[in-house]
């Protein structure tokens, strides 16, 4: 592994831009340093020629992995990817970046000079420098910045500027009214993509997070960096800070979302892909399936509701279809001669043809009882008319197929199996239990897809299958409504 070394730049524009320069600076130092401190931003008289503009400078202090050199050329690419020119030495330009100390070495070749000579000359490089360092202590003149600085003496041309870097940030638009006073149900961000680590012995996970706050009449919009700032607060690092089960960990981001945006209502839905190993039906081959582990919480300031759900893939086999093949199959069978008796046993020994379907079932329980995400596949798998696999042997290709036909269920089947076997698979779950089932058909004969869904309290759905009517059904929102005190 590369070494680590503790590097101090200087930064300076004085074109263009001179702010937005420095900015593009520092997000491109990250590429190949550590920027662990940042000085405010100074204001400084031309260091040689008297008419040019007036210069910006800061300070940084980095880590990186490159020697001298190496760093010195990434710092030129820096210099001309923002539009520096080669030319006149002291000619305005958009940015310079100077090595001012590498560790404690001393490096003189041709075309780097470490420490920077500018150190013992002018007050405009150790000013930035001495707010983060000033105990650093230069190998060659044996003192420290501040030092070096007392020593020199005049600083009267070098000034803080007021709110540096964010100085152009006036007024914040989020917080002022909009033009129509109208609430809004959810406002976040998307499709954010993170490795999440969870306790549960599955390891590191690759997961995609919807994040969202209710944005109140009166708020222009929300703050749509602090939903990535939360996140990398919780998870830290890409191995992130473990937590028990996927939704504790949504639990924790609607939190400190709710706190973070002092918004009403926060909703958080993680949905992160975790593998099971399965083996194939008959030649017992063990092959690798990727399922989607889904995790949400919906929080108010004292409040919050916790779903857990997954996602997972199928065979459907129609029975429409199959059924007309069926008559047909018996029609031709009769015409030739095989008496109605033998006709029929024969297309109950032999699988009926029809058109197949990959099935995308999701289920998702809102409970506070901690759920086994295999428990939950098994459910939703069994509720197709076959499970699929990755890997198939050929005597497995023929147990798949006969056991889908064998099955054929429509997309409302598929639903109404999920929700049955969640009351079967834990019957000790309260009343007050939310089931939400949904199966999406990818259509074959057909250019469109189908689906169904389903959602209500275990208790209506228990009343419901035991007493054939329907006494009444509990929408998502209004559960989620009332388990928050709305």
Not at 234 to 240: A, R
Not at 282 to 300: C, F, H, M, N, W
Not at 322 to 343: F, K, N, S, T, Y
Not at 453 to 481: D, Q, V, Y
Request: aromatic share 4%.
């Amino acid at each position: 592994m590369a070494s680590e070394h503790v590097v101090y730049l200087g930064l300076g524009s004085n074109l263009g831009d001179r702010q937005a320069n420095l900015v593009e600076g520092i997000q491109r130092l990250r590429a190949h340093v550590d920027v662990v401190r940042l000085s405010a931003v100074y204001e400084t008289q031309p260091a040689y020629v008297t008419d040019q503009p007036r210069f910006l400078n800061m300070a940084a202090k980095g880590v990186t992995a490159l020697e001298p050199h190496a760093l010195l050329a990434f710092l030129k690419r820096i210099e001309h990817a923002i539009g520096r020119r080669d030319g006149m030495r002291y000619a305005p330009r958009p940015i310079d970046v100077d090595i001012l100390f590498y560790d404690d070495q001393v490096v003189r070749s041709e075309g780097l000079t470490v420490p920077h000579p500018l150190l013992a000359e002018r007050s405009f490089v150790l000013v930035p420098l001495n707010e983060i360092a000033p105990d650093l202590r230069h190998p060659v003149l044996a003192r420290t910045v501040g030092e070096l600085l007392e020593l020199l003496g005049n600083t009267n041309g070098v000034a803080r500027v007021e709110r540096g870097l964010t100085s152009r940030l006036e007024r914040d638009l989020q917080h002022e009214p909009p033009p129509r006073p109208l609430r809004l149900d959810r406002v976040g961000v998307s499709g954010l993509r993170r490795i999440i680590r969870l306790a549960d012995g599955h390891g590191l996970f690759y997961a995609t997070l919807d994040l969202s706050v209710e944005l109140p009449a009166e708020r222009k919009g929300a703050h749509m960096s602090r939903f990535s700032d939360t996140v990398e607060e919780i998870l830290e690092d890409i191995g992130g800070q473990e937590a028990a089960v996927v939704e504790a960990l949504a639990e924790r981001m609607a939190r400190q979302l709710s706190v973070g945006h002092g918004a009403r209502r926060v909703d958080v839905e993680i949905r992160a892909h975790f593998p099971l190993t399965r083996r194939t039906p008959l030649s017992g081959k063990p092959t690798q399936e990727l399922y989607t582990l889904i995790g949400r919480a919906v929080a108010t300031a004292d409040r919050c509701v916790r779903l857990v759900g997954v996602e997972a893939e199928g065979m459907m086999a129609c029975p429409c279809a199959q059924d007309m093949v069926r008559g047909h199959a018996r029609e031709r069978l009769l015409e030739d001669g095989i008496g109605e008796a033998l006709a029929d046993r024969v297309l109950e020994l032999v699988p009926l043809a029809t058109h197949n379907q990959r099935g995308l079932g999701r289920l998702l329980v809102g409970t506070e009882r901690p759920l086994r995400a295999e428990d939950l596949v098994e459910i939703v798998e069994s509720s197709m008319s076959s499970e699929n696999y990755d890997l198939l042997k050929r005597p497995d290709e023929l147990f798949v197929v006969e056991k889908a036909h064998r099955h054929p269920r429509f997309v409302e089947d598929a639903v109404r199996e999920m929700l049955y076997n969640v009351m079967a698979m834990y019957p000790d779950l309260p009343d007050d239990a939310y089931v939400y089932a949904r199966q999406v058909n990818l259509e074959t004969i057909h250019k469109h897809d189908v689906f169904a869904e389903r959602g209500g309290t275990l208790g209506e759905l228990r009343a419901e299958i035991g007493g054939g009517t329907a006494p009444g059904e509990t929408s998502l929102a209004a559960w989620l409504l009332a388990r928050l005190g709305g």
